[in-house]
């Protein structure tokens, strides 16, 4: 496999890169299941986390992850950081550049903040753990590791339904399944929508009872309401859920083997029911459970491979 330096995006990924990642995040599953968690692959590595935006899922983790595999891991939020006293970006990045870390795992809100970084920090691996509406790559091979179980993506159909325009989720689905061999389908009102969404080159539907058939996941995704400029989109919460939530009765045309994904955080009773969310064909505390074991697998990737 190519040796990565950086992890930016999906889009920068191969097929054998992916499936090496998933392959050795196949074995850290069974270690997080051990009674004593803890392997000294990463030991004297040190990892920091710095996030500019909200995360409870990536940010938890990336520690865990670091810490399982016997990382100092150190996590910095924005509203602790020196950018709060008018620090820039790059002057945050630079300094903490300069203690060593071997990874910096990065969340922000502008889409490129770790490419950027990347062109001005020396001896650091970057990692993206989300930038605005741009890539989330490690959210990707987690819901891969999880289809991984049930059978492979390969073939498969995966219906996004929500606020597709605002969601770096989606985005970096439509990257990977292209690249990997499985259907998207994208459903959302109009003005969830990216411009020009047809350059993606998958079916788009308005209306979700029409996108259910044939669906093998129904990959459900939060308003993104911190990336809205108003209250442009919908005409209210019981309408949105109405048209685009997932409940019980839509469920039940989709057939028992559909799947049910989301990356969280959920918001009940807007894009997704509690019977639903908490249902038999559920599959989303499998995606928090396998994001762990894909970030072990990346740190370790980063930091030199499973021989480090
Ligand atoms: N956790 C995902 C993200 O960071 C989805 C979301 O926030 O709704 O993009």
Redesign the pocket.
């Known amino acids: 496999m190519k040796p990565l330096q950086h992890l930016f995006g999906i889009a920068q990924l191969d097929p054998d890169q992916i499936d090496y990642l998933l392959n050795m995040s196949e074995s850290f599953i069974e270690l997080s299941r051990r009674p004593i968690k803890k392997a000294p692959t990463l030991r004297g590595k040190t990892v920091i986390n710095l996030f500019f ?3 409870t ?2 940010r938890t983790s990336f520690e865990i992850a670091g810490k399982r595999l016997s990382a100092d891991v150190i996590n910095i939020s924005a509203s602790t950081s020196a950018t709060k006293k008018g620090e820039t970006l790059l002057d945050t990045g630079q300094t903490l550049a300069a203690m060593q870390p071997h990874v910096l795992v990065i ?1 922000h809100s502008i889409a490129g903040t770790c490419e950027f970084l990347a062109e001005y920090l020396t001896g650091t691996s970057i990692v993206n ?2 930038d605005g509406a741009h890539e ?1 790559p490690t ?1 990707i091979l987690t819901d891969l590791l999880t289809l991984r179980g049930l059978g492979g993506h390969a073939g498969r159909t995966m219906t996004i339904v929500g ?1 597709i325009s605002h ?3 989606a985005r970096s689905h439509l990257i990977a399944a292209k690249k990997l061999g499985y259907k998207v389908r994208l459903v959302a009102p109009k003005t969830l929508l990216p411009s020009q969404v047809e350059r993606y080159g998958c079916e788009v539907f308005y209306d979700f009872d029409a996108a259910i058939p044939g669906s093998d996941v129904l990959y459900m ?2 308003v ?1 309401t911190e990336r809205l400029t108003s209250n442009c989109c919908f005409p209210s919460i019981r309408e949105y859920h109405e048209a685009y939530g997932l409940n019980a009765k839509r469920l039940a045309k989709a057939g028992n083997d559909c799947l049910v994904m989301h ?3 959920m918001n009940r009773g807007v894009e997704i029911s509690t019977d639903v969310a908490d249902g038999m064909q559920s599959r989303i505390l499998d995606q928090v459970e396998h994001g762990v074991a894909v970030r072990m697998a990346v740190l370790t990737a980063l930091c030199g491979g499973d021989e480090a």
């Open positions: 935006e909200n995360s899922r990536t969340r753990a989300g989330h959210q606020d969601s770096r989720v995704l939060r993104q990356p969280g955080p």
